[in-house]
């Protein structure tokens, strides 16, 4: 699975002009399903988003993680990620995982989020979103849990 993990200190997205996930301060994740993924890259994702220490400690240096901050966590699901433009100028999305399994690896990375955290939101998969965030920091960290060889 591939993922872009951004720290926020708000995030939305919007399908049609309406709000269908919304956080405060945490982090937005754009998640991307690949060909051979299964719910163990999901669950290894999950993990590391929970744990992952990029917000500030009363030092201000990057010692908590979103649970100890008792920030959000806006999962969105983003094919795009698996753009291979290495053979051109338009790219090619053959390594994203095909339609029905990405949403199935997303609806697991989103029921076990919901399971592990209090505050989960999430985009629309498959549909035209608008992603709205102020980047805190900014932090952004790129993220790769390849199925095992």
Known sequence: MLAVIQRVSEA????????????GAGLLVLVCAEVGDSEAQADRLLDKLL???VFG????????????VGGG????????LAADVSG???PSFTQAAPPAEGR???DHLLGRARERHPQVAAGEFGADMKVHLV?????TI???FAPPA
């Open 57 to 68: 400690d009363a030092d201000g240096k990057m010692n908590q993680s979103v649970c100890d």
């Open 73 to 80: 966590l806006l999962l969105v699901s983003q094919f795009t």
């Open 88 to 90: 051109g100028n338009r």
């Open 104 to 106: 199935r690896l997303y």
């Open 142 to 144: 790129p993220l790769r």
């Open 12 to 23: 939305r997205v919007l399908v049609a002009g309406r709000t269908v996930g919304e956080i």
């Open 135 to 139: 980047n805190d920091g900014p932090v």
């Open 51 to 53: 744990k992952l220490r």
